[in-house]
C-alpha cells in the first residue's frame, strides 16, 4: 500500500482519490478552494456523482483533505495531477493548473512518482520531465495514465475499467503504476508517454465521431422516411462498429468532448495539420441544438411570444454537470427568437452553471409544460420516462414535444394527444 498525493478535488480528483483509497492506499486530497475542503472534510461530496459519497465514507479513515500542497507531500511517494485543463481562446488547453502543482511539488520529501490523469496535449509529459529535471527533481519518475471515466458511473468505470493505460519511459515506473492499480479487474496498457497522451484524446474524437457520425444519418432519415433508431440497431450488430455512442440527439456536451475535440485539432494545427474531419465534427455537433431549435420553430410556425418548457438541462443524466450542455444552446437560441422558457431538472438546486438566469425554474415536469406551446426533452433521465405524459398533453393547449434524445415512444406519445417530433425520424400526430 502506498501514501499518495491527489492534486484537484473536482470530479476526476475525487473519483480517483476514493477510488484508490478503496484499493487500500492511505490518500491525501489537495485543492485550492477553501470552501471546497471544509465541504470534504465535514464528510460533504460538492460534485453529484452516484456513489461517490458512499466510497469517500467507506474509506474515511484513509482519506484527507487538504488545501496545503506540503501537508499533502509530507508521506506522499506518489502524486497524482488530476487538475482541469480548461480551453483558452486558441481552442489549446490552458496547462497553469499542472505547471502550479508542478512548482508544488518541490521539495517533497518522499515523492518518487509523479502520474498525469488529466487531460493533457500531446508533448506536456516531456515538458513536464524537463521541469522536474530543472527544478532538482530528476530522480521523480514520471507516467501518463489518463482517465477514461464517464460522469455518471465515473466509479464502475475506474474499478472495472475496459484499460488501464500506463505510459512511461521507465518500466520500473509503468510496474509501480501498474501496482497501484492492483485489485482492479482490467488490463493494463503500457505504452510510451507521448501515445498514452495521445490515446486518451483519440478514444474521446472517435466517440465524438461516432455521436455525430449517427446525428448526420439521423438528419438524412428525417428527410427521407428512415428511422434512425432501427438503422442504429441494425449498424450496431455489426461487432467491428458495436452498439455503443450511435443514440441520435441534440448533440453531445460535457467537460471533455468538446473541449478535448478542440483541443486536439490545436495540437494538430500547431504542427500544420488541418484534421478535416475532427473540424467537420465540432462544426456538425456545434449545429446540432440550433438545428433542432430551427426544426421547433418550423413547426410552431414562429417562436416569438411562444412557451417552451426544456425537461433536462444537464449535458448527460446522472450528474450535475451543465459544461457545454446543450440545453444551455437551446435556452439561449429560444431566448432570442423571442420564446419564454421554463425548465425542469432532477438536479435543480445543484446545477453548475447556473441557467437559471436564462429559463424558469420549475420543480416537477407539469409544473414546467403547463400552458407551454412546446416541451422539448433535453436530457434523458429516466425520470421522464415515468412521467404521466397524459395529463402533460392536457395542462399543455396544443401538446407538441420534441423528444430531443429519443427516449420516448412516438405511438403512446400521439395516443397521448402529442405531435411528437424526435431526433431522425419523421414527425408523428394524432388524426
Ligand atoms: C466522456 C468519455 O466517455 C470518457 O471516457 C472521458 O473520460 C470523458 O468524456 P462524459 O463526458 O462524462 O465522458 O460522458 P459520455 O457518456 O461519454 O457522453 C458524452 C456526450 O455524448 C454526452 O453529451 C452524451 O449525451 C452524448 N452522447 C453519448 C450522445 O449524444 N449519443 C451517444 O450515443 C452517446
Redesign the pocket.
Known amino acids: 500500500m502506498h501514501n499518495i498525493a491527489v492534486f484537484g478535488a473536482g470530479y476526476i480528483g475525487l473519483v480517483t482519490g476514493a477510488c484508490l483509497a478503496q484499493l487500500g492506499h492511505r490518500v491525501t486530497v489537495r485543492d485550492i478552494q477553501p470552501r471546497r475542503v471544509d465541504a470534504l472534510r465535514r464528510g460533504e461530496v460538492p460534485i453529484y456523482e452516484p456513489g461517490l459519497g458512499e466510497l469517500i465514507a467507506e474509506n474515511w479513515e484513509r482519506l484527507w483533505f487538504t488545501l496545503d500542497a506540503r501537508e499533502a507531500l509530507r508521506a506522499a511517494e506518489v502524486a497524482f495531477i488530476c487538475v482541469d485543463t480548461p480551453p483558452t481562446s486558441s481552442g489549446d488547453a490552458d496547462l497553469s493548473r499542472i505547471w502550479s502543482v508542478v512548482e508544488d511539488l518541490r521539495g517533497a520529501p518522499r515523492l518518487t512518482t509523479l502520474v498525469m490523469k488529466s487531460t493533457v496535449p500531446v508533448g506536456t509529459g516531456d515538458q513536464v520531465r524537463s521541469a522536474l529535471d530543472a527544478a532538482g527533481m530528476a530522480h521523480v519518475g514520471y507516467a501518463s495514465n489518463p482517465?477514461?471515466?464517464?460522469?455518471?458511473t465515473a466509479i464502475r468505470d475506474f474499478l472495472k475499467p475496459d484499460r488501464i493505460v500506463v505510459g512511461a519511459a521507465d518500466p520500473a515506473v509503468s510496474d509501480l503504476v501498474a501496482e497501484l492499480h492492483r485489485g482492479i479487474d482490467g488490463p493494463v496498457q503500457t505504452v510510451s508517454v507521448a501515445s498514452a497522451e495521445m490515446a486518451k484524446v483519440a478514444?474521446?474524437a472517435l466517440?465524438a465521431t461516432k455521436?455525430t457520425f449517427i446525428n448526420e444519418i439521423a438528419a438524412v432519415c428525417e428527410a427521407t422516411g428512415a428511422d434512425v433508431e432501427e438503422v442504429a440497431v441494425v449498424v450496431g450488430l455489426d461487432h467491428r462498429l458495436g452498439p455503443h455512442?450511435?443514440?441520435a440527439?441534440v448533440?453531445?456536451?460535457?467537460?471533455?468532448?468538446p473541449k478535448d475535440a478542440r483541443a486536439l485539432r490545436a495540437t494538430a494545427s500547431n504542427c500544420g495539420l488541418p484534421l478535416p474531419l475532427l473540424g467537420a465534427v465540432i462544426e456538425i455537433n456545434d449545429l446540432q441544438a440550433r438545428r433542432a431549435v430551427a426544426r421547433l420553430k418550423s413547426q410552431l410556425g414562429g417562436l416569438r411570444g411562444r412557451r417552451v418548457a426544456l425537461l433536462g438541462l444537464t449535458?448527460?443524466p446522472d450528474t450535475d454537470d451543465m459544461r457545454q450542455a446543450p440545453s444551455a444552446v437551446i435556452a439561449a437560441r429560444l431566448l432570442s427568437e423571442g420564446a419564454t422558457v421554463t425548465g425542469w431538472d432532477p438536479m435543480a438546486p445543484q446545477l453548475t452553471d447556473n441557467p437559471w438566469d436564462l429559463v424558469e425554474r420549475k420543480d416537477s415536469v407539469l409544473a414546467a409544460v403547463a400552458d407551454c406551446d412546446a416541451a422539448v426533452l433535453v436530457t434523458e433521465w429516466p425520470e421522464l420516462k415515468d412521467v404521466d405524459w397524459g395529463k402533460a398533453a392536457e395542462v399543455m393547449g396544443d401538446p407538441l414535444l420534441f423528444d430531443g434524445r429519443n427516449l420516448l415512444d412516438p405511438a403512446e406519445q400521439v395516443r397521448h394527444g402529442f405531435t411528437y417530433m424526435s431526433v431522425g425520424r419523421l414527425t408523428v400526430r394524432p388524426d
Open positions: 482517465e477514461f471515466t464517464a460522469e455518471g478514444s474521446n466517440l455521436v455512442f450511435l443514440r440527439g448533440g453531445y456536451g460535457g467537460s471533455c468532448f449535458f448527460k
